[in-house]
């Protein structure tokens, strides 16, 4: 039976998974260190309560979902299925990003402000 750290460790990278985002941008988000948050989920630290709040607000969740026990097979399929789609979504946003710069620096006229004048 895995202990609290253990359990907490699994579902902060879970969720942190799901929503999408990286060790970097959580830490960003809940105002903490990106190694801290590393060391939560390699199970070394454990955070102080109010870290523990500002982590879920910034995942979505309730602080207690960071210490709920396993799940079944079909939440964890929902969470994977979700995580892909955030990933497949950030990828094609960063891909159509690069596109339309390269559009615009190619385009006469559009990539420089003194073309047209």
Do not use: Y
Request: aromatic fraction near 6%.
């Amino acid at each position: 039976m895995a202990n609290l750290r253990e359990i907490l460790a699994d579902n902060l990278r879970k969720n942190r998974r799901r929503c999408g985002m990286t060790q970097a941008k959580l830490a960003e988000k809940a105002e903490v260190s990106t190694h801290f948050i590393a060391m939560i989920e390699i199970a070394r630290k454990f955070p102080a309560p109010e870290s523990l709040d500002k982590i879920a607000a910034a995942l979505g969740i309730e602080t207690w979902e960071l210490f709920a026990g396993p799940v079944s097979p079909e939440t964890e399929l929902a969470w994977l299925r979700q995580a892909v789609l955030n990933d497949i979504e950030r990828v094609v946003a960063e891909a159509v990003k690069q596109s339309i710069t390269k559009i615009f620096k190619d385009t006469p006229g559009m990539g420089n402000s003194r073309e047209m004048a």
